[in-house]
């Protein structure tokens, strides 16, 4: 059984293709603000968030708690989440017409021990469009999404290409996670457990 740390509906889905049998505990642990580089704030977040709930719930019996932690990197500065619509506007002007980086930071903590890892993707926006952005602003799908938008939604209308793994922009690389459980020997084609 792992215990996914997310409320994030897209986080369940993705998991779910892996075939495992998950629960979802929401954690409480807070995320780590700017100052630290990108690798490292997602890989802490991550980490944070799955040790919250792997001592909250307690690791379960051959399974795992898994934390992921997703950031929008544009010019080597993560963009947060926004904290209104005025921001939201702000993030995605500036992200309009680049390519910038989505840094998925994955962590399971199992009995046996602690395992990180970081998926990397490169994503293309589309150029500036005052209408496109009015509209997309208006959905307020922003909310609560790093760099303002969910490539998964709405959001898709603003991107024009994804470089790497699609599943990592969308906030949990399952290639990454697989490898994990895997390694961990808690994935569905594993031999057996190893914690």
Do not use: C
Not at 60 to 79: C, F, I, K, Q, R
Not at 122 to 132: C, F, W
Not at 134 to 140: E, F, K, M, N, R
Request: charge should be neutral; proline fraction near 5%.
């Amino acid at each position: 059984m792992i215990v996914l740390a997310s409320r994030s509906p897209q986080r369940r889905a993705l998991l779910g293709q892996l075939g495992v049998e998950f629960r979802v505990v929401a954690s409480a642990f807070e995320e780590h603000g700017p100052g630290s580089g990108p690798r490292e704030r997602v890989l802490a977040n991550a980490l944070g968030k799955a040790r919250d709930v792997a001592t909250r719930t307690g690791v379960p019996a051959g399974g795992a708690g898994l934390g992921a932690d997703t950031e929008v990197v544009l010019d080597g500065h993560t963009m947060g989440k926004p904290a209104d619509r005025a921001d939201a506007g702000r993030m995605l002007r500036a992200l309009a017409g680049r390519e910038h980086m989505v840094m998925t930071g994955v962590a399971l903590v199992t009995s046996a021990g602690e395992r990180t890892a970081v998926a990397v993707a490169g994503v293309a926006m589309r150029a500036a469009d005052a209408e496109i952005l009015d509209w997309y602003l208006a959905t307020g799908e922003w909310r609560g999404r790093a760099g303002g938008y969910a490539v998964q939604g709405a959001g898709a209308v603003l991107v024009t290409g994804i470089t790497g793994d699609h599943s990592a922009v969308v906030g949990l690389p399952v290639p990454l996670v697989a490898d994990l459980l895997g390694a961990a020997g808690l994935a569905p084609w594993s031999p057996r457990p190893l914690v």
